[in-house]
């Protein structure tokens, strides 16, 4: 059983960077065809995929965020990083990671998800 958990700091000023970790168990990030995302929830609004890391280390990332926001991962602690940048109030959301099969989409896995609020 795969399981994954975010963590990271609850509050972020403005103009600063949110950085989140995600701990995977029960299975490898290097593992051939998986795609390890980060999806956030603003409140009272959908889900919005921000972008994934590969099994191959290749990075993907939403049009919309590409400018602030870089994914990394640590194969030997099996973890994969999400840095956004610049963060103002509207990045205030519940973050999320995810497996999926596909990037951006077949999400089998989730973590429980992490509030992050930006204020100052």
């Known amino acids: 059983q795969v399981q994954l958990q975010e963590s990271g700091p609850g509050l972020v000023k403005p103009s600063q960077t949110l950085s989140l970790t995600c701990t995977v168990s029960?299975?490898?990030?290097?593992?051939?065809?998986?795609?390890w995302s980060w999806i956030r929830q603003p409140p009272e609004k959908g889900l919005e995929w921000m972008g994934a890391?590969?099994?191959?280390?290749?990075?993907y990332y939403s049009p919309s965020l590409k400018s602030r926001t870089s994914i990394s991962r640590d194969t030997s602690k099996n973890q994969f990083t999400l840095q956004l940048s610049s963060v103002t109030p509207e990045d205030t959301a519940v973050y999320y990671c995810?497996?999926?099969?596909?990037?951006?989409?077949?999400?089998?896995?989730w973590g429980q998800g992490t509030q992050v609020t930006v204020s100052s």
């Open positions: 995810a497996r999926g099969i596909r990037v951006g989409l077949g999400m089998d896995y």
């Open positions: 029960g299975g490898s990030i290097t593992t051939n065809a998986y795609y």
């Open positions: 890391i590969a099994y191959s280390g290749s990075t």
